[in-house]
Structure formats: structure tokens, C-alpha cells
């Protein structure tokens, strides 16, 4: 058994001075997935900073701009009136993330900054290159079905394990970091990182920062919105596929469209390419069919994953023809 020490923070500036006094602590949030990562053996930190007293708890609604404090538990987000009214695609992504304990338990921050699932990253006999850079990537060559399409390298094919996340990118959200510089701000689409040749650099926060919230702006007039998972059984479980999707249609042609792609990328994907062709196009199946196909060329399957490339498709299709037919009403 490893010793460690404890402290509780009593307000973001107080978590950072903290970690800067305590060298390798880390931040507990929930801990649902640092403990795991404890147990297991992967973090040994020799300090763990407790954030629960450190304010950071409120869910704000100003000028239509949605503010989350880094703090607050996913069960409150999801149950939010305001998150669900105008952003369903939210509460929605938060419901299907966990079990109902998990969500009691897991914070916004949390959840932002959770390690990969990846079994190989998990299991200590096997090599990782998140885990121990330079090590090798077992999944390569063992059974890797839940592995990334998009954003992949030699070095790491894990996918990005959050659902919120896509959410959020399909959103625009922004993250506010505190720490020892003060406070700074990034768009979610720009805080994570694919693995390339450092996979266990996975985001761009920088040590001793903590997330002390996530701006949302709003949603344009008009929008419909939703996130829709695709898994092995309904109960928790990881995405193979999810879809976050915002579309306004206006007399049967597309005004705007944001689309999030997860399950499927080694980051929460933000699916630009195609955004490019659903947007000034007609709502109809074949327009849906063309935006997906040129996202999903920069794909890249394997035995193990290529039936991804499809389902993809076809989920994607399926959700904005069930937003269109919502606008329609």
C-alpha cells in the first residue's frame, strides 16, 4: 500500500498554491477516475489536493451564455432547467456518459481532464505509450475494437473517452484555467491533443492549473439540437459512435450546422469538413451522406475498427434527419 498526503483546497487560488507547493499532486475532483487510476496502479501521486470546498459549484446563465463552474457534479449539470431547455445536447451527453453513481460523484473538470479507458493503458504487462512514453503501443497488434478512425498515429490509437466533451465541442465551449500565471482561456476544440509522437501529452493545460469553468455561448435562434451514443448495451458503457449535432434549417436549407463526433477519435472531433458541406445546403439524406463521407476520408480502419467507418455514417444521417424533421414541425 502507498502512502500519500491530503490536503483541501478552500478556493481555486488556494488549489494552485498548493500544487505548486507540493510537487506531483495532483487534483481531486470526484475521483472516479483518479482513484481507479490509484488502485491500478498508474498514478501514485504523493499529495492529492481535494477540490470539494473550493467553491466552483454554481451552473450561470448570463446574455444567453451558459457559465459551469469546474466543481459542479454532472447529475447537476444534466438536471439543469436551463442546460436542458437550451442545451439538450448537454444533458443529453452527460445522461448517456455514466451510471447514475458515477454522475452523483463526477465533476465537469473531472470529467474534462479524464485519462483514455484504452484496456492496454489499464493493464500494467502490456506496453503504452500514454503510460510510459516510448514503451510501445500493445493495442497495435492486440485486439483494439474501440480503438480511434480519426486522429490516430503509430504511436496511440486510443479514443477520447468523454461524451460531455464532444458536447462541448460541438458547442464552442470554452474552458477558464487558473494557475500560477493567472487566469487564461481556451476553446475546447484547441485543449485536447492528438497523440502524434507524445500520446501522453494529451491537452494543453499546464501543471498546477485548474479548471475553474466551462463557458457554453449560446446556440443561434432556431436551433435543434441532441447527442445520440452508440454502444454495445444501453446500460453504461463507452460510445462506439456518438454524435453531438446542432442544425437550424430554414425553409428546407441547412443556415448552420455544428457536428462533434466521438468514440471514433483519439480527441473529441470536431467534424469541420463536414460542417463545410452541410452549411447553405438542402436538409435532405444525400446532403447528410456527402458531409460525412468527406469527414471520414481522413479515416483509417482497421480489422478490428473498420466497421466504425459505417456505423459512423449511418448514425450521423440518421440524427440530422431526425433534427431536420424537429425543425419542420
Known amino acids: 500500500m502507498r502512502t500519500f498526503g491530503y490536503e483541501t483546497a478552500t478556493s481555486p487560488e488556494d488549489a494552485v498554491r498548493l500544487v505548486a507547493a507540493n510537487p506531483g499532486a495532483k487534483l481531486l475532483g470526484g475521483g472516479t477516475n483518479l482513484v481507479d487510476l490509484m488502485r491500478a496502479g498508474i498514478e501514485n501521486p504523493p499529495m492529492l489536493i481535494d477540490l470539494t470546498r473550493a467553491g466552483m459549484t454554481e451552473i450561470e446563465s448570463r446574455d444567453g451564455r451558459l457559465r459551469i463552474g469546474g466543481a459542479v457534479r454532472n447529475t447537476d449539470l444534466a438536471a439543469d432547467e436551463t442546460v436542458r431547455r437550451r442545451f439538450p445536447l448537454i444533458s443529453k451527453a452527460v445522461v448517456s456518459g455514466a451510471s447514475?453513481?458515477?454522475?452523483?460523484?463526477?465533476?465537469?473538470?473531472?470529467?474534462?481532464?479524464?485519462?483514455?479507458?484504452?484496456?492496454?493503458?489499464?493493464?500494467?504487462?502490456?506496453?503504452?505509450?500514454?503510460?510510459?512514453?516510448?514503451?510501445?503501443?500493445?493495442?497495435?497488434?492486440?485486439?483494439?475494437?474501440?480503438?480511434?478512425?480519426?486522429?490516430?498515429?503509430?504511436?496511440?490509437?486510443?479514443?477520447?473517452?468523454?461524451?460531455?466533451?464532444?458536447?462541448?465541442?460541438?458547442?464552442?465551449?470554452?474552458?477558464?484555467?487558473?494557475?500560477?500565471?493567472?487566469?487564461?482561456?481556451?476553446?475546447?476544440?484547441?485543449?485536447?491533443?492528438?497523440?502524434?509522437?507524445?500520446?501522453?501529452?494529451?491537452?494543453?493545460?499546464?501543471?498546477?492549473?485548474?479548471?475553474t469553468a466551462v463557458e457554453v455561448p449560446p446556440l443561434p435562434a432556431g436551433v435543434r439540437s441532441t447527442y445520440r451514443k452508440v454502444r454495445d448495451r444501453a446500460s453504461y458503457a463507452f460510445a462506439l459512435v456518438s454524435v453531438a449535432a446542432a442544425l437550424t434549417v430554414e425553409d428546407g436549407t441547412i443556415s448552420q450546422a455544428r457536428l462533434a463526433l466521438g468514440g471514433i477519435g483519439t480527441v473529441p472531433w470536431r467534424a469541420r469538413a463536414a460542417e463545410r458541406i452541410l452549411t447553405a445546403a438542402p436538409s435532405t439524406p444525400d446532403t447528410f451522406r456527402a458531409a460525412i463521407a468527406a469527414e471520414l476520408e481522413a479515416a483509417v480502419g482497421t480489422a478490428d475498427t473498420e466497421f466504425k467507418i459505417g456505423l459512423t455514417a449511418r448514425t450521423v444521417v440518421a440524427v440530422l434527419s431526425d433534427l431536420t424533421r424537429e425543425a419542420s414541425r
Open 100 to 211: 447514475g453513481q458515477l454522475r452523483n460523484m463526477a465533476t465537469v473538470g473531472g470529467n474534462l481532464m479524464q485519462r483514455t479507458r484504452c484496456s492496454y493503458f489499464y493493464d500494467l504487462e502490456t506496453a503504452c505509450n500514454k503510460r510510459l512514453p516510448g514503451s510501445g503501443c500493445d493495442a497495435r497488434t492486440g485486439f483494439h475494437r474501440m480503438g480511434a478512425i480519426l486522429g490516430a498515429s503509430e504511436n496511440c490509437l486510443s479514443v477520447h473517452p468523454s461524451d460531455l466533451c464532444v458536447a462541448l465541442a460541438a458547442a464552442d465551449a470554452e474552458v477558464e484555467l487558473t494557475g500560477p500565471d493567472g487566469v487564461r482561456v481556451v476553446p475546447i476544440n484547441e485543449l485536447y491533443r492528438e497523440p502524434g509522437d507524445t500520446p501522453h501529452v494529451e491537452n494543453v493545460a499546464q501543471p498546477g492549473e485548474v479548471i
